[in-house]
């Protein structure tokens, strides 16, 4: 079980607008540290998406954003394309564990 | 162009010992923090090990700590990740990834290298 929770899937149609959560607690992101964003394409490894909340490195689309507020964070994705489908994760720093920890993962379905 | 490059997985026996490595280049690799972080097979992400940039300071998830150290050569710009008394539970694809320097954010990932602890 993740310390940062994230829904297992989420689905939509090409064009359409989709969100996924990331709840934590006031351990985490409730405490003030940053929510960074992962896209992970089949069979690859993880690339960064979204840093310090809601910045996006050169290169990613403004199709995706970030947003964080109290205890979760959340990830929109517009104007869905095929080549979104991948696994997206939320990470961020956890006091009580003193360390890094990641969501549970999202498998983000194009239909 | 930042590379990360691992290396050092394989199939181990429960109770045995792996060494990974992972060379970077492309950047002053001794001014940045660097993790590793592995996934199990069709599993999520799960964060094993940091190192500072002088290696002076590590830090552990409670799953590995006592069993795994992380270590670098910065000479040689080289991340390692000894691994002792391993168990099946710790067969994972490992990563090597770098933190940014303005951020907590892993910015570059190597591609991952199996190990399998399996008899």
Known sequence: QSVLTQPPSVSGAPGQRVTISCTGSSSNIGAGYDVHWYQQLPGTAPKLLIYVNSNRPSGVPDRFSGSKSGTSASLAISGLQAEDEADYYCQSYDSSLSGWVFGGGTKLTVL | ?119
């Not at chain 2, 500072?52 to 990740?81: C, M, P, Q």
Request: with cysteine.
């Open chain 2, 1 to 119: 162009e930042v590379q990360l490059v691992e290396s050092g997985g394989g199939l181990v026996q429960p109770g045995g010992s792996l060494r990974l490595s992972c060379a970077a280049s492309g950047f002053t690799f001794r001014s940045h923090w660097m993790h590793w972080v592995r996934q199990a097979p069709g599993r999520g992400l799960v964060w094993v090990s940091r190192i500072n940039s002088d290696g002076s300071s590590t830090t552990y998830a409670a799953s590995v700590k006592g069993r795994f150290t992380i270590s670098r050569d910065n000479a040689k710009n080289t991340l390692y990740l000894q691994m002792n008394s391993l168990r099946a539970e710790d067969t994972a694809v490992y990563y090597c990834a770098r933190e940014s320097s303005t951020s907590s954010a892993l910015d570059y990932w190597g591609q991952g290298t199996l190990g399998t602890v399996s008899s």
